[in-house]
């Protein structure tokens, strides 16, 4: 029986080396694809790399205070992450806090000042058509530009014209209006209309509205309209108190800004479309028609019914009701109009585009569909100086932790300390180039809980060489050499070692299940740092201690090998305390 065992444990300590090749390797491969990556460094969070945290409070309509319930909430953070990652910010964060708020974390970087502005844009989306409109302040809209003419929007909210046919005329922000008194005439029967049951040709009687419900529209257009003449766009306080609040089945008054910059008010009727009915919408170089930046809008299958009904309608119209406006957060973001219904179930805006505001209303047609209004409780900047302060401060407590650790080793454990140092060099390689490369690939953020995971993490790993170093040592003080003191010890360190890991990646995983924003980047990095202590001590130290024992310097036990058996304690070897046989009899013999 001890023939195999022999053999078992030469082929147990003849295999260190390939270990040590496979984690090199691993290293290496890591390196060399942070490098290929171009992402040397990990992603920095909002509390270092500095940025925008802002707080949203969900508004009950009136008497649908219901509204505001989990399933709501969570679909709201479901699309405010889409309509911000859409940007390309895809490290920022977005979060539920209590019952009515949503916190909104984004980082100082790519897009992230022209995301700021579309998270606080959060109302619902609206295609309303146009009733009326006119320069704030008097004046009618301007005449059309030819297409393709250069925008003088200076805020990129751009208008354009709807249409499945790319040639198709551009159109600026407006049309020549129709005379006062023909104009108020047909806004009156357009409200008119919109206030009383639709005809049906299978009762007449039913085409012909009442006196009473007559004489009500036309009292709720002629409030409408007075409202409309007295509203001043240019007025920031006016423009906050229009649009945003009305029901979607009501008409309402709007603002907008036009290619040249100026103010436009608008009279809108009931809303035909909403935004759940855009499936996709997306900002297009047109170079094939010179047309230029353009968004398509492709509809789901009830939105492509019902923007045909509604294209078709207005086509028959004449300008500025053939237009329809596109109302997000109670603004007018584009009016396009339209010379004929769009049946294909997708659209075209062209106009005074440039890439940016193209993309900006492509993301909003997309993502711009919240199930509740929300408002702006507070909006706080971190600063990038902030951020490296903290970062600083973080990285200087890692290395004061760092500095300890290593001189207890060094003090402690003499040459064993050797080994230690050089796995915790390998599990920070790890750990930095894994974190390096989680940035681009899952849109991991190095945040500053997160960098005290990392801290935390020294001392897991510090705590796995100490329980093999002291098993190994107790073998020793027992009488046996080191060779065998390095492999019997192993066993019983590793299940020690594994049980100690097991019980921190739990406190890890269920500190990031239950957890929201910075607390789960803390948990993340600490079980992230918990696996990797395993691969460390099973793919380096254990196999590059198996290698240190056989030099004289470890084998020998050299007093400042800190394996010295003289400076243990060690017991006399096992082989020098067997029992001496028992002397034999002369009677019996």
Not at 40 to 57: C, E, F, Q, W, Y
Not at 284 to 310: E, H, P, S, Y
Not at 392 to 412: H, N
Request: glycine content about 10%.
């Amino acid at each position: 029986m001890a023939t195999p065992k022999k053999g078992r444990s030469a082929s147990a300590q003849s295999k260190p080396g390939r270990s040590l090749a496979l984690i090199l390797i691993a290293i290496a491969a890591l390196t060399g694809g942070m490098f290929a990556s171009g992402h040397t460094t990990p992603r920095l969070g909002i509390d270092l790399a500095g940025g925008t945290s802002i707080t949203l409070r969900a508004v009950p309509e009136a008497g649908n205070e219901s509204a505001i319930n989990k399933t709501n909430m969570d679909t709201a953070v479901s699309i405010m992450e889409r309509r911000v990652n859409g940007l390309g910010v895809s490290e920022s964060e977005v979060q539920t806090q209590g019952r009515e708020n949503i916190i909104v974390n984004i980082p100082k970087g790519t897009n992230s000042e022209q995301a700021r502005k579309q998270v606080g844009t959060t109302a619902k989306l609206y295609f309303r058509p146009v009733l009326a409109t006119e320069v704030s302040g008097g004046g009618t809209a301007p005449s059309p530009s030819p297409t393709g003419s250069p925008s003088g929007s200076p805020s990129g909210q751009p208008s354009g014209k709807a249409s499945d046919k790319p040639e198709a005329t551009d159109k600026g922000s407006g049309s020549p209006s129709a005379s006062p008194t023909t104009q108020g005439r047909a806004v009156t029967d357009a409200l008119r209309a919109d206030a009383t049951p639709s005809a049906s040709a299978s009762d007449p009687a039913k085409s012909s509205p009442s006196p009473s419900a007559s004489g009500g529209s036309d009292a709720a257009a002629g409030k409408l309209q007075e409202q409309y003449a007295k509203l001043d766009c240019t007025d920031e306080k006016t423009r906050s108190t229009v649009g945003d609040t009305a029901k979607a089945s009501d008409p309402t008054l709007a603002c907008g800004q036009n290619a040249q910059g100026q103010w436009q008010k608008y009279i809108l009727g009931p809303a035909e479309v909403d935004g759940t009915d855009v499936d996709k919408a997306q900002a297009v170089l047109n170079t094939q028609t010179g047309a230029g930046w353009t968004v398509t809008m492709d509809f789901t299958d009830g939105g492509a019914k019902k923007f045909a009904d509604i294209t078709g309608k207005l086509a028959q119209n004449q300008s500025p009701q053939n237009q329809f406006a596109i109302v997000l957060d109670g603004d007018v973001v584009s009016d396009p109009y339209v010379r004929q219904a769009l049946t294909g179930g997708n659209a075209e805006i062209s106009g005074n585009f440039n890439q940016q505001s193209a993309q900006e209303l492509a993301n909003m047609l997309t993502y711009g569909a919240l199930p509740l209004t929300f408002k702006v409780d507070s909006m706080t900047t971190v600063t990038a100086a902030l951020g490296g302060d903290q970062l600083q401060a973080g990285l200087i407590a890692g290395a004061i932790g760092l500095a300890l650790v290593v001189i207890y080793l060094l003090a402690y454990y003499r040459g064993l300390s050797f080994i230690a140092i050089l796995s915790l060099l390998v599990s920070a390689a790890l750990t930095y180039t894994i974190m390096s490369l989680l940035g681009p690939t899952i849109g991991f953020a190095l945040n500053l809980p997160a960098v005290c995971g990392a801290i935390v993490a020294i001392g897991i790993t510090a705590d796995s060489f100490i329980v093999y170093f002291e098993r190994v040592r107790d073998e020793i003080r027992e009488g046996r050499s080191l060779r065998p003191a390095v492999e019997r010890a192993w066993p019983r360190a590793r299940r020690t070692i594994l049980v100690s890991d097991f019980v921190s990646f739990l406190a890890a995983a269920v500190l990031f299940i239950v957890t929201v924003g910075k607390v789960q980047g803390f948990a993340f990095t600490l079980g992230l740092t918990t696996l990797l202590d395993v691969v460390v001590v099973f793919l380096f130290t254990k196999p590059l201690l198996t290698l240190m024992a056989r030099r004289p310097f470890f084998a020998n036990g050299h007093k400042w090998s800190g394996l010295d058996p003289k400076s243990l304690g060690a017991q006399p070897p096992l082989r020098r305390t067997r029992r001496p046989a028992a002397p034999v009899d002369p009677k019996e013999a």
